[in-house]
């Protein structure tokens, strides 16, 4: 059965397929969970991340790449840019949904059984995290309906707040062909 798993933690020490970086167009590293995980996954990650900005130029908002997941218990780790929150003016929410959409699809091409997600763009991007929450579980959901290899979800936590509110929407959105642990 697909399920989807709910954790309050960090998503560095998550032991999937790959986890997602909440990463800045630059693919070099920043605060929150990007420099987490640049910091705890070691040089090969961003060794790559150079070698994508010499190929592309660095991931565009809404878009998603890969690298490996260096020294971090992950295989891999999928790059993608969420957006900076401006009041809703700049197709903030499409852009987040792309986010997850692209890395959700870059998961099953690559036959991933598990991909472990933060909460994307509620940090510094400031992008308001109940809004934010109701893309994310929307946006795997519908996913997951149509997946064939990609069973597990997880969404990681790092924050109480973030947390309980996925808490309360998982609760209200249960179905019966999607288990959700966690709650």
Same mark, same amino acid.
């Given at each position: %059965?697909?399920?989807?798993? !709910?954790?309050?933690?960090?998503?560095?020490?998550?032991?999937? *397929?790959?986890?997602?970086?909440?990463?800045?167009?630059?693919?070099?590293?920043?605060?929150?969970? *990007?420099?987490?995980?640049?910091?705890?996954?070691?040089?090969?990650?961003?060794?790559? /991340? $150079?070698?994508?900005?010499?190929?592309?130029?660095? /991931?565009?908002?809404?878009?998603? =790449? %890969?690298?490996?997941?260096?020294?971090? @218990?992950?295989?891999? =780790?999928?790059?993608?840019?969420?957006?900076?929150? $401006?009041?809703?003016?700049?197709?903030?929410?499409?852009?987040?949904?792309?986010?997850?959409?692209?890395?959700?699809?870059?998961?099953? $091409?690559?036959?991933?059984?598990?991909?472990? +997600?933060?909460?994307?763009?509620?940090?510094?991007?400031?992008? @308001?995290?109940? $809004?934010?929450?109701?893309?994310?579980?929307?946006?795997?959901?519908? +996913?997951?309906?149509?997946?064939?290899?990609?069973?597990?979800?997880?969404?990681? /936590?790092?924050?109480?707040?973030?947390?309980?509110?996925?808490?309360?929407?998982?609760?209200?959105?249960?179905?019966? *062909?999607?288990?959700? !642990?966690?709650?």
């Amino acid at each position: %059965m697909k399920t989807i798993h !709910l954790i309050q933690g960090d998503i560095t020490t998550q032991k999937v *397929d790959a986890i997602v970086n909440a990463a800045n167009t630059s693919l070099l590293g920043g605060g929150g969970v *990007d420099g987490a995980i640049h910091r705890k996954g070691g040089a090969e990650i961003l060794e790559q /991340c $150079q070698e994508i900005r010499a190929k592309q130029g660095g /991931c565009s908002v809404g878009e998603a =790449v %890969m690298t490996t997941a260096g020294q971090l @218990p992950a295989e891999y =780790v999928i790059h993608t840019v969420g957006p900076i929150w $401006q009041d809703g003016q700049a197709h903030e929410e499409n852009l987040l949904k792309n986010a997850y959409q692209n890395s959700l699809k870059l998961a099953e $091409q690559q036959h991933f059984n598990s991909i472990a +997600f933060p909460n994307i763009s509620t940090g510094v991007y400031r992008f @308001p995290k109940v $809004q934010a929450a109701a893309i994310a579980v929307e946006t795997v959901r519908d +996913f997951l309906k149509q997946s064939t290899h990609t069973q597990e979800i997880y969404f990681v /936590c790092f924050d109480k707040e973030n947390f309980q509110i996925y808490q309360h929407l998982l609760e209200q959105t249960q179905s019966h *062909d999607i288990q959700v !642990l966690g709650l």
